[in-house]
């Protein structure tokens, strides 16, 4: 008990004289009873003589009291400020004031504890805060820069700013800077939070910390355990039949037994494939082998170890790791038309796989040199015998630096090679021994098995154990009934890779320099034997291919070399010589952060040369670098590396988990806030207000809005759709017509008319959710007057029609809208309705262009001028002057009163006349094209839709409907009709005026239609 | 603890169920609108109560009626001209030919609509003085339909028919409207006939003395009645416990009380003392008590008062003497 209180210390430890205070506070609580519950009770009246006989429940509920005194003891501790464990960050020196130098490894080793060790270091800071003492934050993966004193605030954002890097850091190169902040700050401590890891083998960090010792006069604490659950990956090897990945654990740590699973992954991050391995105790290295086939393999692009969350884990494959370059050159030239007698068809079904196959089309020593160009890593000569002299010296300089040159033998070889071939060659310098082949090589070679031979065809030996071909195996069916024959000397067992069943070498192979020179005895093509046609084949130049190297190796000994050639090939080259001789940079693509993610290159990273290899460093942190194609990956650890834990013997070393300093202020107001409000919330429940008072149904409502508030605040979601309604991407053309339009009209029997302007563009550009509310649904549109009745009555009688129509029709058309011809897009609506009044300025000039082009893009607009009772022959009302006024600029086409034969009057309902809420009235339509002489047809039409329909009628006084569904207004019949029958021919009017918007002069062509079943029938 | 929620209900609120106590008090005649607002309701709803109890108001009992009643054997000594021949005929003995007893009785009929009749709980159906115009107006209208003359006490009007329950209602909403909400909690001190039916529909949460005082005022001057105490189901079993501030309706008296399941042991004490006290005083006079809880429906009490209402007079010399031979 006492060791646990140990920990605790107080600021102001005076304060907790106030604690005796608290069986005082518990008195006064105790009679101070919560408000009581106020109840209305009638027989209070007759009953109040009553006298309550105990009061014990008023007082205070115990669990209130003590909830009252919890309260009042966090408060008095809070103010006494208590620390926990107040001494430990601060004896790094003896002293807490001494200016602290917070040294923190931010390398890819510490990703792994990375919030402890964030932990750790504001703990120091906060603890060296607190006395007062400057700090300064030296990370050991950032690139090294002085260091001035700061407050531990500052300190604390920088840490929380801080994250590891995808490199080992580089703690000398920040030895100065550190060094020289301690001069400035005598009596400075330094505290550093290692990751404890370096490479084996290069033991600078030891040198560091006695660097630090020196440098602080001794007062340097080392905090850092051994990371003995951090692996680490260091090379992956693209074997013969899997990645093997390589991983490792620091030496000298603490090991206990470890497994897990590595994995592959391709450039998207979609996984390939995973291989278990496992770690026994004091183990530091074992390999996981991903099993995969071989184009899997090229895919992969990235290995990690699964639920390792630092870069060290992770090791990133680049071409070098992938397939190789394979150039084909054959002697022989090729007919197309027959591709199986091709000598290089069976080499390249066998690599394709697994091999990017290059086979120029051009003369052989021309194809050797663009493929020297390319780069490839594998130039297999299949049958080729001679080659130009200077090509010949390119290839084997290519040779020399690297390249795997693989030759088939052939009838060309056979002849070049032998005893007399060089000579015929016409070559005096050349060598008798041919420098490309791996052997020398005797004559014409043997047939065996041929028809007028004794001998049968000879089969393939088993391949040598110790040899490349190790392992496969080699069919007895194979056959070789030719081949060409090796000197035998003393070199040929060594150099023999296959031989047949007797003994003569059917492959062999040379290393020259760097390269290898590999020969088939037998052709490429099936001619001389059935080993191209076996699976064998297959592997055995895949084994060969694996064993190329990298390809960008080879540029620089072909550049060199190019220069020495002559000719046109070695002239170009000559010329592309200086550029590949100079590695080009290639920038940083995609960069790994500490815990192993992706993240964009940070401004310290720098490019990489091509030949770049090396471990990832501050300019250089590991990642893919250059193009996707021909990039670079720079890993954190090379292959072949070794983890040593570094040995803190002889320095203070302490755990990360050492105990610091932790104030308890801030924790207990926290707790002395929750009880407050729980005392309030009781207070509440008890005295019943919550329930009772209105004041508490306020609240509640007032808590709700406030809570909806914040969750609003918090959720965009709804203010971000409101805002992209505005976004450009919803911009419609301008040709663009609702649906329910037909497409705009041919051109109409009328004078050509001057081409109106465009309608105003901010109508177009700032479509509004009331335009997309539009567009989602067809709806019939009134235009607003301004005289409320008559808007009232438009739009009821709009809701009156639009019933009509969803009862009668297929058309439902939604709520009409009111719209203002000036302002709102008009292209949204198939009808318009326009009462007009008398009296109203007329319509702006954009409302009449936006009229225009409306009635000119299909749209029917209804002027209605309502005034049938009123008109008299000879005489102009008021709507019809207004009317005129309107229309007087207005481009319309010439009207005629609506004939009966007009497709107005078929297009649902059979129609003589149009009558609204009078039927007198005269009804305008866009006048018909003459009718042909003898032409007798039932309903004519325009070619679309008449762009007007003037009436006098009052339709929609007609239609209008009140909320419960029945008629508005009375109508005025002329004694033919009921006011029924009236109503009812109104609202006719309307579908037929609808549906003629909708459908154009369908109705007018279906009378072709008895004429057009006629003529389909014959 | 049984969580019971009692609102405060005034009088204009037992009218207009919405209303809250806390509103400030309205107008009187504020109130009156809203009870003549309210009263179409509670006629209806007394409609239904007089449909369902109708047909159990019959006399059964010979009188001076015209209905036929029964023919009883004729006693000697008796005129003979009540001797009905035909049936005596038929059988060569004597019947005398009995008529229904069917002198219309008048009821006075008073219901308490002061401030604390307007207290319902969350327990209960409808307020005690909704619950109280339904019950009185209900009975008023089966006992017309039965042929009886009813009218409010100390109206001074009577009627009956079909009518005479929706002339008691406006006689209720006149009543209301002159006096406002300020009604008396005492039944008024009128003359009435001898022989009438007096019908109090109250909560009674007056004191014993009072209330006495003014019964014997009645039952002197001959009237039979029937007491109907309308309590709302808190006021029965006070269900409440912890710290309360008990306050009457109108404000006038507030006791603070520190643990209320305490107290309500006393209350139901004193309670059941009042209640003892009431059924003293009703019986002193031969009126009968019927305790009605606003969570049954009207109908129930209406039910009992009628069947208690067409029960053979017990005249106080009757009560007294049964009085005294039992003692």
């Known amino acids: 008990m006492i060791g646990w209180f140990a920990g605790l210390s107080f600021a102001a430890p005076l304060t907790l004289l106030a604690l005796a205070a608290l069986p005082a506070i518990w008195l006064l609580l105790r009679v101070t009873p919560p408000a009581p519950r106020h109840l209305v009770f009638p027989p209070l009246k007759l009953f109040a003589h009553l006298q309550p006989r105990r009061e014990t429940p008023a007082r205070t509920p115990w669990w209130l009291t003590a909830l009252r005194l919890l309260l009042a003891a966090c408060v008095i501790l809070a103010v006494a400020g208590?620390?926990?464990?107040?001494?430990?960050?601060?004896?790094?020196?003896?002293?807490?004031?001494?200016?602290?130098?917070?040294?923190?490894?931010?390398?890819?080793?510490?990703?792994?504890?990375?919030?402890?060790?964030?932990?750790?270091?504001?703990?120091?800071?906060?603890?060296?805060?607190?006395?007062?003492?400057?700090?300064?934050?030296?990370?050991?993966?950032?690139?090294?820069?002085?260091?001035?004193?700061?407050?531990?605030?500052?300190?604390?954002?920088?840490?929380?700013?801080?994250?590891?890097?995808?490199?080992?850091?580089?703690?000398?190169?920040?030895?100065?800077?550190?060094?020289?902040?301690?001069?400035?700050?005598?009596?400075?401590?330094?505290?550093?939070?290692?990751?404890?890891?370096?490479?084996?083998?290069?033991?600078?960090?030891?040198?560091?910390?006695?660097?630090?010792?020196?440098?602080?006069?001794?007062?340097?604490?080392?905090?850092?355990?051994?990371?003995?659950?951090?692996?680490?990956?260091?090379?992956?090897?693209?074997?013969?039949?899997?990645?093997?990945?390589?991983?490792?654990?620091?030496?000298?740590?603490?090991?206990?037994?470890?497994?897990?699973?590595?994995?592959?992954?391709?450039?998207?991050?979609?996984?390939?494939?995973?291989?278990?391995?496992?770690?026994?105790?004091?183990?530091?290295?074992?390999?996981?082998?991903?099993?995969?086939?071989?184009?899997?393999?090229?895919?992969?692009?990235?290995?990690?170890?699964?639920?390792?969350?630092?870069?060290?884990?992770?090791?990133?494959?680049?071409?070098?790791?992938?397939?190789?370059?394979?150039?084909?050159?054959?002697?022989?030239?090729?007919?197309?038309?027959?591709?199986?007698?091709?000598?290089?068809?069976?080499?390249?079904?066998?690599?394709?796989?697994?091999?990017?196959?290059?086979?120029?089309?051009?003369?052989?020593?021309?194809?050797?040199?663009?493929?020297?160009?390319?780069?490839?890593?594998?130039?297999?000569?299949?049958?080729?015998?001679?080659?130009?002299?200077?090509?010949?010296?390119?290839?084997?300089?290519?040779?020399?630096?690297?390249?795997?040159?693989?030759?088939?033998?052939?009838?060309?070889?056979?002849?070049?090679?032998?005893?007399?071939?060089?000579?015929?060659?016409?070559?005096?310098?050349?060598?008798?021994?041919?420098?490309?082949?791996?052997?020398?090589?005797?004559?014409?070679?043997?047939?065996?098995?041929?028809?007028?031979?004794?001998?049968?065809?000879?089969?393939?030996?088993?391949?040598?154990?110790?040899?490349?071909?190790?392992?496969?195996?080699?069919?007895?069916?194979?056959?070789?009934?030719?081949?060409?024959?090796?000197?035998?000397d003393g070199d040929l067992p060594g150099r023999t890779w296959a031989s047949l069943a007797d003994g003569t070498p059917v492959v062999t192979a040379r290393r020259d320099g760097e390269g290898l020179l590999v020969l088939f005895h037998v052709t490429a093509d099936p001619s001389w034997s059935s080993l191209p046609m076996s699976g064998a084949f297959v592997q055995m130049l895949q084994r060969i291919v694996a064993m190329a190297p990298d390809t960008t190796t080879l540029e620089r000994p072909a550049g060199e070399n190019a220069g020495q050639n002559a000719g046109q090939n070695a002239e170009e080259a000559g010329e592309d010589a200086p550029a590949l001789a100079r590695p080009a940079a290639l920038p940083p693509r995609r960069i790994l952060d500490g815990f192993g993610l992706w993240r964009d290159p940070p401004a310290t990273a720098r490019g990489v040369a091509a030949d770049f290899a090396g471990r990832a460093s501050l300019a250089h942190p590991a990642g893919f670098y250059g193009p996707v194609a021909a990039g670079r990956a720079v890993n954190v650890l090379e292959t072949g590396d070794a983890l040593a834990a570094i040995d803190f013997s002889g320095f203070e070393a302490r755990s990360l988990s050492a105990r610091t300093a932790r104030e308890l202020r801030d924790p207990l107001l926290l707790l002395a806030l929750g009880l407050f409000l729980a005392d309030c919330l009781a207070t509440l429940l008890l005295g019943g207000g919550l329930w009772r008072r209105r004041l508490g149904k306020t609240a509640a409502l007032t808590a709700l809005a406030l809570a909806a508030g914040l969750w609003t605040a918090a959720s965009p979601g709804p203010a971000r759709a409101q805002g992209m309604l505005n976004t450009p991407q919803y911009q419609l053309p301008d040709s663009w017509r609702p649906p329910g339009q037909p497409p705009a009209p041919t051109p109409r029997a009328r004078p050509p008319a001057p081409k109106p302007p465009s309608p105003p563009r901010t109508a177009v550009n700032g479509f509004t959710a009331r335009d997309l509310d539009a567009a989602m649904e067809t709806r019939l549109a009134y235009v607003i007057t301004g005289d409320a009745q008559v808007d009232a009555v438009s739009r009821a009688g709009l809701i009156g029609l639009g019933e009509a129509l969803a009862q009668r029709t297929s058309f439902e058309p939604a709520e009409p809208a009111g719209v203002n011809p000036s302002t709102d897009e008009l292209a949204f609506y198939p009808v318009l309705y326009w009462p007009v009044v008398a009296g109203r300025p007329a319509p702006d000039a954009a409302a009449l262009r936006k009229l225009d082009s409306y009635m000119k893009g299909g749209g029917l607009v209804i002027f209605d001028t309502r005034d049938a009772m009123t008109a008299r022959p000879g005489v102009t009302t008021p709507e019809g002057a207004q009317l005129q006024r309107m229309l007087r600029t207005l481009d319309l086409p010439a009207l005629e009163p609506a004939p009966q034969d007009h497709v107005l009057g078929k297009a649902f309902y059979l129609l003589d006349n149009f009558p609204g809420r009078y039927s007198r009235g005269q009804t305008w339509v866009e006048a018909l094209p003459r009718r042909a002489n003898g032409e007798r047809v039932p309903a004519r039409g325009g070619d679309g839709v008449t762009p007007v329909i003037i009436t006098s009628n009052d339709w929609a006084a007609a239609w209008a409907v009140d909320a419960s569904g029945l008629p508005m207004l009375p109508l005025t019949t002329d004694g033919h009709d009921s006011e029924e029958r009236q109503r009812e021919l109104a609202l006719r009017v309307g579908v037929n005026v609808v549906i003629h918007a909708l459908t154009g002069n369908y109705k007018a062509d279906q009378v072709h239609l008895p004429a057009l079943l006629r003529r389909l029938g014959q | 603890m049984a969580r019971v929620r009692a609102q405060a209900v005034s009088v204009a609120g037992v009218l207009a169920p919405g209303a809250r106590g806390d509103v400030a008090a309205p107008g009187a005649v504020e109130r009156a609108r809203d009870l003549a607002g309210r009263l179409p309701r509670i006629v209806l709803e007394a409609r239904r109560v007089a449909a369902s109890v109708a047909g159990v108001h019959g006399r059964r009992r010979a009188g001076v009626g015209e209905n036929f009643w029964q023919f009883r054997p004729y006693v000697p000594g008796e005129s003979a001209a009540r001797i009905d021949w035909r049936r005596s005929g038929r059988d060569g003995r004597l019947h005398v030919r009995q008529r229904e007893w069917e002198a219309a009785q008048t009821v006075w009929l008073w219901v308490n609509l002061s401030s604390s009749m307007g207290f319902r709980s969350s327990l209960a159906m409808d307020s005690k003085a909704g619950r109280a115009l339904t019950l009185g107006l209900g009975l008023a209208g089966a006992l017309a339909e039965a042929g009886e003359r009813v009218g409010l006490l100390g109206a001074g009007q009577t009627s009956g028919g079909s009518t005479a329950l929706e002339r008691l209602a406006g006689a209720c909403a006149l009543q209301l409207r002159e006096t406002g909400a300020d009604q008396p909690d005492l039944p008024p001190e009128v003359a009435v006939a001898r022989a009438a039916a007096i019908v109090l529909v109250s909560d009674f949460l007056n004191p014993p003395q009072m209330l006495a005082a003014r019964i014997r005022a009645l039952a002197h001057q001959g009237a039979r009645g029937h007491l109907a105490l309308i309590a709302d189901p808190v006021e029965e079993t006070f269900p409440f416990s912890g710290q309360v501030m008990l306050e009457t309706m109108d404000g006038a008296a507030r006791l603070r009380i520190g643990d209320a399941s305490g107290w309500g042991e006393g209350y139901r004490a004193a309670l059941a003392r009042h209640r003892a006290e009431l059924a003293e005083i009703a019986a002193r006079w031969g009126w009968s008590l019927t305790l009605h809880r606003t969570d049954r429906p009207a109908s129930e009490a209406a039910l009992r008062l009628l069947s208690l209402m067409g029960a053979p007079v017990t005249s106080r010399a009757d009560d007294l003497r049964a009085r005294g031979s039992g003692a």
């Open chain 1, 82 to 488: 208590p620390v926990w464990n107040p001494r430990a960050g601060d004896d790094a020196a003896g002293q807490a004031s001494a200016p602290l130098a917070l040294v923190i490894d931010s390398g890819a080793a510490s990703a792994h504890d990375w919030a402890r060790r964030i932990d750790l270091a504001s703990r120091l800071a906060q603890a060296a805060g607190r006395a007062g003492a400057p700090i300064a934050l030296f990370a050991t993966a950032e690139a090294p820069t002085p260091q001035a004193p700061e407050t531990a605030a500052a300190i604390s954002r920088r840490l929380g700013a801080l994250a590891p890097q995808a490199f080992a850091p580089d703690r000398l190169a920040w030895r100065d800077h550190i060094r020289a902040w301690l001069q400035a700050h005598p009596g400075a401590r330094v505290a550093w939070i290692s990751d404890g890891v370096e490479l084996a083998g290069k033991p600078a960090s030891r040198q560091f910390a006695s660097d630090l010792t020196d440098a602080s006069g001794g007062r340097l604490i080392i905090y850092g355990d051994a990371p003995a659950a951090a692996l680490a990956l260091a090379g992956v090897v693209n074997g013969a039949d899997g990645l093997e990945a390589r991983i490792i654990r620091p030496a000298g740590a603490a090991l206990g037994p470890a497994q897990g699973v590595a994995r592959a992954l391709d450039m998207r991050g979609l996984p390939l494939g995973e291989g278990a391995f496992s770690l026994a105790s004091g183990e530091v290295e074992t390999q996981a082998r991903i099993n995969l086939p071989i184009e899997m393999r090229n895919r992969a692009a990235r290995i990690d170890i699964v639920g390792q969350q630092t870069a060290q884990a992770v090791t990133l494959l680049d071409r070098r790791n992938q397939r190789r370059r394979v150039g084909l050159v054959t002697g022989v030239t090729a007919d197309l038309a027959q591709p199986l007698l091709s000598p290089t068809w069976y080499v390249d079904r066998a690599l394709a796989p697994t091999a990017e196959i290059r086979e120029p089309r051009m003369g052989a020593s021309a194809a050797i040199g663009a493929l020297i160009d390319e780069q490839a890593s594998v130039i297999i000569l299949a049958d080729v015998g001679g080659l130009e002299p200077a090509m010949r010296q390119r290839l084997e300089a290519w040779v020399r630096a690297g390249g795997v040159l693989v030759r088939f033998a052939g009838p060309r070889l056979a002849a070049a090679a032998g005893p007399d071939g060089g000579s015929a060659a016409g070559d005096g310098a050349h060598d008798p021994r041919d420098r490309l082949l791996p052997v020398r090589l005797r004559g014409d070679g043997r047939s065996l098995g041929g028809a007028l031979s004794w001998e049968t065809p000879k089969t393939l030996a088993p391949f040598n154990r110790e040899g490349p071909f190790a392992g496969i195996d080699a069919p007895a069916e194979i056959t070789v009934r030719r081949q060409l024959l090796a000197e035998p």
